[in-house]
């Protein structure tokens, strides 16, 4: 990938809208400008002026077509998204008028079609942000919450990388002592003490794992749970669904075998966001029918992989054989048992449940009339954030990247730590710091390896 190329792309998405917005960027993007646009007052003119947004029409200068009537924007760079030149057309959203103009600007000399996120990967390749703010902007296009949105933010401000940058300058500032010992032993240089050392390391190391402690948290408010809602044929999953939604999004038959296929849909509460399936009811003996075979297989492999279970008794009929199978193959997952249809008359009295599932919480409900969904919903919550420390801290880690990059940070303050107290060379100890360095920058994008950019752009659509 060429630096210098000049980048073109859709930046909003495509399809009928309000408007619709074209992105250039590079050191050709006003000539590009200047060539396809004329401005309405003073059609002699481009008329483009630094940060104006100017009202114009884009024309093909070799049919001289008109495409569309547009405003457009000159961004000269460093004050700019990406740090370049960049221009930005503001047309009217449709199919057609984005193509076309999209196609027009591509035709011209020196310019191409952006990769995904290149955008945004220029604008981290010419150090306007660094890593975690990249990753900031993809957590803050797809934040489904509030709380993800808030943390998006946060961190795009630069909570994270600032936190990161004073561990650094700390280690550094240590590091200085050290080597300058090393380097000039018989100077008369105000040296750290062997005690001044082992307290900053370890203060150091008390640091790093707090930010580090964060992860659960942090990772629970971006991602959210996986939650499985299961139970017998007909015990009414995906009228459960249907409740926690709000909305009539599955069928709902009296037939039993209705739901055949997984259905997956969110829903946000208290700011987590809940990932819910709906899966075929488990019959007691397998089924023969191939699709149904297919749809019990299908749930079986996604319940497995949930953080949560929702296993869903009807209250309106005696507990069964098959009820008791589905709960031993799940019974070690995180369970919520939900006794279904209250509006119906009792078959089943919880308190003569088998005692393995009077361990676990039952929360009755009638799906049907919309009855206990609130107290369902309250159950998750607290099942969800249980074990789960909320420390409300204002600075977090979200991604399994930077937790990996913390242990292995700690990892060599603790080395340093030991060699201290073995009495081992000063070399030693000033080699395990300058290990924790690179590990640290590897979070901000100073260290990080080309593949694990790259994988970090692969998450972003092209445009942006
Ligand atoms: N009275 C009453 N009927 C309910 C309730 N919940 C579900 N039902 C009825 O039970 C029947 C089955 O409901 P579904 O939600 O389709 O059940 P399911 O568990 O998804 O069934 P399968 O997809 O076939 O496994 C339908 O006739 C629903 O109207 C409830 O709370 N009260
Ligand atoms: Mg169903």
């Known amino acids: 990938m060429e630096i210098q190329d000049t980048i073109a792309a859709i930046a909003t998405p495509v399809g009928i809208g309000g408007i619709g917005i074209i992105k250039i960027s590079g050191s050709r ?27 114009g029409e884009i024309i093909d200068p070799a049919s001289h077509e008109v495409i569309d009537e547009v405003l457009i924007t000159y961004m000269p760079g460093p004050e700019s998204y990406t740090r370049e030149d960049v221009v930005e057309i503001q047309c009217h959203s449709g199919y057609l008028v984005l193509e076309k103009i999209l196609k027009l600007v591509l035709s011209q000399e020196g310019v191409r079609m952006a990769e995904p996120g290149e955008f945004t990967r220029r604008a981290y390749l010419n150090g306007r942000i660094d890593l975690t703010q990249v990753e900031a902007i993809s957590d803050l296009i797809h934040a489904r919450t509030n709380s993800a949105l808030n943390q998006a933010t946060s961190q795009l401000k630069g909570t994270l990388s600032e936190k990161i940058f004073e561990i650094k300058r700390k280690i550094i500032n240590l590091l200085t002592h050290i080597e300058s010992a090393i380097d000039f032993p018989e100077e008369d240089i105000e040296f750290f003490s062997f005690e001044e050392i082992r307290w900053r390391l370890s203060e150091l ?64 509460i208290n700011g987590i966001p809940l990932n819910i399936i709906d899966t075929a009811g488990i019959p007691l003996y397998p089924p023969t029918n191939p699709i149904e075979k297919k749809g019990t297989n299908l749930t079986r492999a996604k319940a497995s992989q949930a953080n949560l279970v929702l296993f ?7 507990f069964t054989q098959n009820d008791m199978a589905i709960f031993s193959e799940f019974q070690e997952k995180r369970i919520i048992i939900v006794l279904n249809k209250t509006d119906l008359p009792a078959e089943l009295d919880p308190s003569s449940l088998p005692s393995s599932l009077q361990k676990k919480q039952i929360v009755s409900v009638s799906a049907k009339y919309n009855q206990g969904i609130e107290e369902l919903k309250k159950v998750i919550y607290d099942s969800i954030i249980r074990g789960e420390k909320i420390t409300s801290s204002p600075v977090f880690i979200n991604r399994l990247r930077h937790k990996v990059s913390l242990e292995k940070t700690i990892d060599g303050i603790e080395k340093a730590i030991k060699s201290l107290d073995e009495g081992m060379s000063i070399e030693f100890i000033a080699l395990d710091l300058r290990r924790s360095l690179d590990y640290l920058g590897e979070i901000v994008g100073e260290t990080t390896t080309e593949e694990i950019i790259d994988q970090i752009f692969s998450e972003f659509c092209i445009g942006k």
């Open 29 to 55: 993007a006003r000539k590009i400008a200047e060539k396809i646009f004329l401005r309405k007052k003073n059609s002699k003119s481009h008329g483009l002026k630094p940060y104006r947004l100017i009202l």
């Open 205 to 268: 190391k008390d640091e790093l794992k707090t930010l580090l402690s964060t992860y659960e948290e942090g990772k629970l408010f971006r991602e959210g749970i996986k939650m499985a809602i299961i139970g017998r044929p007909n015990v009414g999953k995906s009228s459960l669904l249907n409740a926690l939604l709000g909305e009539e999004r599955a069928i709902v038959s009296h037939l039993p075998g209705t739901t055949r296929d997984i259905i997956a849909e969110s829903v946000n």
């Open 312 to 318: 869903v008794l009807d209250r309106s009929s005696p």
